[in-house]
């Protein structure tokens, strides 16, 4: 059974030989690849190349896009610098006010070398492995690109003194993201992942108000396009997971700061699945065997059997090998 097989069924509640094994690696690809970092966001053969080959050595069923959140920022201006082997940082180009975010124009993907990078990896990997691995690429949400645009601080006091420009400004975020998403789908992706990270630092009321439906309306855009939607927002979501949920992606990524999948089990529907959620520092990083296949069980219990075996976040860089295969054990070792 393939990546891509397994995957797929699973979601549509087929027969599988085990839960899918989706963990997500950046920074600890590229280290077990020999990859520098900034190669591993700018280049694709060097990011594809490195994401193959784990997904082949520690029997990952997904490669993917991931790397940084700040393709769709430096199309929109956003100045970015990529150290030689850490993470990239924003060095300027931030929206001035609100009200410069609310005149903010739609980019073209295939005219900034960010996006097009994207696509080119998601062509390599077609090229690749075909039909081998689930193919994952990647938008921001919302929130999380608005907050890129003006900065967390900002961000936040426009969230709550100028809602307006927020809005037409998120709208203009999501009509990007979907034109970005359609090209994406066309080049090979089976499934669109869209990060939305800062929503669980704004609460449930703000969440509701500027991300719920524009995350639906992507989500609604990425099924529109034949491909599946996987909706990733860091941190505690617990108060927000319901809407989540009811954007209707087809995975619902959950942090490891979620107390519990087990309150949520019940509000997926037919063609919906979790994705979490064991803490990468304490147990993949740092845990016993016992402790690594404990969780990867419980969760996959408290899920009511409907979860994708994945850390709670990024696998550290400094995970060990020897821990990466004890946590594709525990997900290949389910009792289904």
């Given at each position: 059974m393939t990546g891509l097989q397994r995957t797929i069924e699973f979601i549509n509640g087929g027969n599988v030989d085990?839960?899918?094994?989706?963990p997500i690696i950046m920074r600890w690809a590229a280290k077990y690849a020999g990859v520098r970092y900034r190669d591993f966001?700018?280049?694709?053969?060097?990011?594809?190349?490195?994401?193959?080959?784990?997904?082949?050595d520690f029997g990952i069923d997904w490669v993917t896009v991931m790397s940084d959140p700040w393709a769709e920022a430096s199309a929109f201006g956003i100045e970015v610098h990529y150290p030689d082997d850490s993470l990239p940082v924003d060095t300027g180009g931030h929206l001035p006010d609100a009200?410069?975010?609310?005149?903010?124009?739609?980019?073209?993907?295939?005219?900034?070398?960010?996006?097009?990078?994207?696509?080119?990896?998601?062509?390599?990997?077609?090229?690749?492995?075909?039909?081998?691995?689930?193919?994952?690429?990647?938008?921001?949400?919302?929130?999380?690109?608005?907050?890129?645009?003006?900065?967390?601080?900002?961000?936040?006091?426009?969230?709550?003194?100028e809602p307006d420009p927020v809005e037409k400004a998120m709208d203009i975020i999501v009509d990007s993201a979907m034109e970005f998403i359609s090209v994406q789908v066309r080049s090979g992706a089976h499934c669109i992942g869209v990060g939305d990270a800062f929503c669980s630092q704004i609460g449930p009321e703000l969440y509701y108000k500027f991300a719920f439906?524009?995350?639906?309306?992507?989500?609604?855009?990425?099924?529109?396009?034949?491909?599946?939607?996987?909706?990733?927002?860091?941190?505690?979501?617990?108060?927000?997971?319901?809407?989540?949920?009811?954007?209707?992606?087809?995975?619902?990524?959950?942090?490891?700061?979620?107390?519990?999948?087990?309150?949520?089990a019940g509000m997926i529907g037919p063609g919906q699945v979790f994705s979490g959620k064991s803490d990468p520092v304490t147990i993949i990083q740092s845990g016993s065997p016992e402790e690594i296949s404990r969780s990867v069980n419980t969760d996959f219990i408290d899920s009511g059997r409907r979860c994708i075996v994945s850390a709670g976040c990024e696998i550290t860089p400094e995970t060990t090998v020897e821990k990466m295969k004890l946590f594709n054990a525990a997900a290949c070792g389910i009792n289904l």
């Open positions: 085990h839960p899918p094994f989706h966001c700018t280049v694709p053969e060097a990011k594809c190349g490195a994401m193959i080959r784990c997904a082949r009200a410069g975010a609310a005149a903010l124009k739609r980019y073209d993907p295939l005219q900034n070398k960010r996006c097009l990078n994207r696509i080119n990896e998601i062509i390599e990997f077609k090229k690749k492995v075909g039909d081998e691995f689930f193919i994952v690429g990647w938008v921001e949400g919302p929130v999380a690109e608005y907050v890129d645009l003006r900065g967390a601080s900002n961000a936040s006091l426009d969230f709550l003194m439906e524009r995350q639906k309306r992507i989500v609604d855009h990425i099924h529109h396009e034949g491909a599946l939607a996987k909706l990733h927002i860091c941190g505690n979501t617990a108060s927000i997971l319901p809407g989540m949920i009811r954007t209707g992606a087809d995975i619902i990524d959950i942090d490891h700061l979620v107390p519990s999948i087990s309150d949520f």
